[in-house]
């Protein structure tokens, strides 16, 4: 199985930056292929934020499109998310998510990390 740990959620100003990371543990890490975030703020769903995949594609929500960046480093099984010129709308829940290749199977989550954005 693989577990996912996340950190680098807080509290930060409006147009402030954070840093999250997500690393992956466990007996299938090897056979991952995309990394990436989703978040859900209160009364919402849970949305995509940015994906990557192992060989370094990434992919944006609109909404976070040249404010956010996601990169990936496959020898610690770790992703990051670089938030930047972070908006009050920002604020939610952000949680990690890894998928195995097709050949492998598997979708994990992890626990969460709040990011709260203060006008």
């Known amino acids: 199985q693989v577990q996912l740990l996340e950190s680098g959620g807080g509290l930060a100003q409006a147009g402030g930056s954070l840093r999250l990371s997500c690393t992956a543990s466990?007996?299938?890490?090897?056979?991952?292929?995309?990394m990436g975030w989703y978040r859900q703020a209160p009364g919402k769903q849970r949305e995509m934020v940015a994906t990557i995949t192992r060989g370094g594609d990434p992919n944006y929500a609109d909404s976070v499109k040249g404010r956010f960046t996601i990169t990936r480093d496959n020898a610690f099984f770790t992703a990051y998310l670089q938030m930047d010129r972070l908006k009050v709308d920002d604020s939610a829940v952000y949680y990690c998510?890894?998928?195995?290749?097709?050949?492998?199977?598997?979708?994990?989550w992890g626990q969460g990390t709040q990011v709260t954005v203060s006008a």
């Open positions: 466990g007996t299938r890490i090897h056979g991952l292929n995309i």
């Open positions: 998510n890894a998928v195995g290749f097709p050949a492998y199977g598997g979708n994990w």
